[in-house]
């Protein structure tokens, strides 16, 4: 097949992203705040057929960068839905890229585009104790003083009847 310059694009280019797969689903949405940091598995759902290639474990870390969560393993549910048992830390950044040149359809053809999957997990419980009980003291103290003041306001008002 030639390549023919069309305004910065390749022909490849427009059959590619005609006819390449797509990711329409993921067990974590991109940009999603607060995931479960326990949920164990991610799910990416294709369009169509996936060629199911033997080292994909490799190729995610390989690709990934720093903030991909540790894959535990990698396995193709169905023809179209890739699942990733990953163990993940609270409050922390994560960030995987599904790449192009990485995935193909059964027929051969590349994703139409990258998918990158960024989210950020919630919080483990105990950080709501190590940041709201001293706020909670603060409060507290603040209304005894308060409630002190007041008390003795009252005294004096009633000990000056």
């Not at 759902?45 to 290639?53: G, I, L």
């Not at 163990?87 to 053809?109: A, I, K, Q, V, W």
Request: net charge negative; with cysteine; glycine share 4%.
């Amino acid at each position: 097949m030639r390549e023919e310059q069309l305004g910065g694009f390749t022909c490849m280019d427009n059959i590619v992203e005609a006819f390449g797969p797509q990711v329409i689903h993921s067990s974590v949405e991109p940009d999603q705040l607060f995931v479960n940091y326990n949920i164990g598995r991610i799910v990416v759902e294709f369009d169509r057929p996936m060629y199911e290639e033997s080292n994909l474990h490799e190729t995610l870390m390989l690709h990934g960068g720093r903030n991909t969560p540790e894959i535990e393993s990698v396995y193709w549910k169905s023809a179209t839905a890739l699942v990733l048992e990953v163990n993940m830390r609270p409050l922390t950044h994560y960030s995987m890229s599904f790449r192009d040149h990485l995935f193909f359809s059964e027929d051969n053809y590349p994703l139409s585009q990258a998918y990158i999957l960024s989210f950020i997990t919630k919080p483990h419980p105990l950080i709501y104790l190590v940041l709201f009980i001293p706020v909670v003291l603060v409060i507290g103290l603040f209304n005894r003083k308060r409630i002190r003041r007041l008390m003795s306001g009252s005294v004096r008002a009633d000990a000056a009847k």
